[in-house]
């Protein structure tokens, strides 16, 4: 089989399939010109799971903005549990079933060349049990198949966090998993177990992605944040100097677009946005553009963990959901994550600033968010009909 390339560069054969500036402020669609096609790069069929959630429809909002895929000179397949909510224009194959039934997964790969796996089921507390049976184990079964039925590229979903602190400003470091986030600690499980499969035949890539912001936004940091910097009880830490790596919706998008022949075995990259501001500088956009109170008080890492393992344990004794929790703690570690290797690697540029993002999501959080958001995303039994 020849190289498998799904993108193109300004200046080399690799690049993002996301739209490109036209030097006027406007976008235009990437192209793969015929001096690409005749060099013997075969076009993949790409399979991107769930493919309503966040990531995955800004990963086939970047896909369809891609020339070939409008001229269908390749396919990309949507997989998901609900058609009804992918986004509107999409018209590529769609294969509806959920990653948990071990009958659905015995056909989804077939004839699929990369996989972008951008399937997850959050928790930002607990949830052990969950996160085990609706993320890890269907993930791991996911890569297994794609191994066994010859796929050639998976594209994982992480955390910039997965590391930090200290370990995480090089991607390709392993995670440090927390036994007071479960969740985090299958993350960095998947990562481990796909950095074992990855071979020269089958290439491994796990983006490690900021704070989730923008558009169609679901479980993160920002909703779960707002409503307690109402109640005027969250402090800062460390006096908000740590850096909070924020990435757009579209950014994500674009970064899942990009790949090159070239890498080979088990690739890692921080995708984050183009500057990561500090935690004061978004709470105070926070408040002053949407009249969120800023804190009133700092206080350091060590007493910040202690205070939300008092919350965490009250938990089991008042009807409301933790204040804050040792895992939102985390996410405001210094994780020092930059795009120098995804900007070698993958010739990823993002564009969209982290100000630009937090505006979107507020103002779909103005419509959507009437409530505090739970910290863990919908268990099957609470999931509409």
């Not at 370990?167 to 390709?172: G, I, L």
């Not at 007071?180 to 491994?204: C, D, K, M, V, Y």
């Not at 070239?262 to 921080?270: I, K, T």
């Amino acid at each position: 089989m020849p190289p498998v390339i799904w993108a193109k560069q300004k200046r080399r054969m690799s690049a993002c399939l996301s739209k490109a500036n036209d030097g006027r402020g406007g976008k235009r669609p990437v192209r793969l010109t015929k001096r690409h096609t005749q060099q013997g790069f075969a076009m993949p069929t790409i399979l991107v799971t769930g493919a309503t959630g966040f990531v995955g429809s800004h990963a086939l909002e970047a896909l369809m903005q891609f020339d070939a895929v409008r001229r269908g000179e390749f396919r990309v397949i949507a997989a998901c549990r609900d058609p009804a909510r992918l986004l509107p224009g999409f018209a590529g194959e769609v294969r509806a079933g959920d990653l948990c039934d071990a009958a659905y997964l015995a056909h989804l790969l077939e004839g699929v060349d990369v996989v972008c796996h951008c399937m997850a089921w959050t928790s930002l507390f607990g949830q052990k049990k969950h996160s085990r049976a609706l993320y890890l184990h269907p993930t791991l079964a996911l890569l297994d198949a794609a191994v066994a039925q010859g796929v050639r590229r998976f594209v994982n979903i992480s955390t910039t966090s997965a590391a930090a602190p200290g370990q995480s400003h090089n991607p390709m470091n392993p995670g440090i998993p927390r036994t007071f986030w479960p969740h985090l600690g299958n993350a960095i499980t998947i990562e481990n177990a796909l950095r074992q499969r990855s071979h020269a035949q089958f290439t491994g890539v796990n983006l490690r992605l900021g704070i989730f912001a923008g558009r169609r936004y679901a479980l993160g940091l920002l909703p779960i944040l707002v409503p307690r910097l109402k109640t005027h009880g969250v402090p800062w830490v460390e006096g908000g100097q740590t850096g909070l790596p924020i990435t757009a919706g579209e950014d994500i998008g674009t970064a899942l677009a990009c790949t090159t022949p070239g890498l080979s075995g088990y690739e890692s990259f921080n995708i984050v946005g183009p500057a990561v501001p500090r935690v004061r500088e978004v709470f105070e956009l926070l408040h002053e553009e949407f009249g969120l109170p800023l804190p009133h008080f700092s206080v350091p890492f060590p007493v910040a963990y202690a205070f939300a393992w008092l919350m965490e344990k009250l938990d089991v004794i008042v009807p409301w959901q933790p204040l804050v929790t040792r895992s939102i703690i985390h996410l405001l570690e210094e994780t020092q994550a930059d795009n120098r290797r995804a900007a070698q690697r993958l010739g990823y540029r993002p564009k969209v600033d982290w100000r630009e993002a937090i505006r979107m999501q507020m103002a779909e959080m103005q419509t959507r968010q009437t409530a505090p958001m739970r910290m863990h995303r919908p268990l099957p039994s609470e999931r509409a009909p």
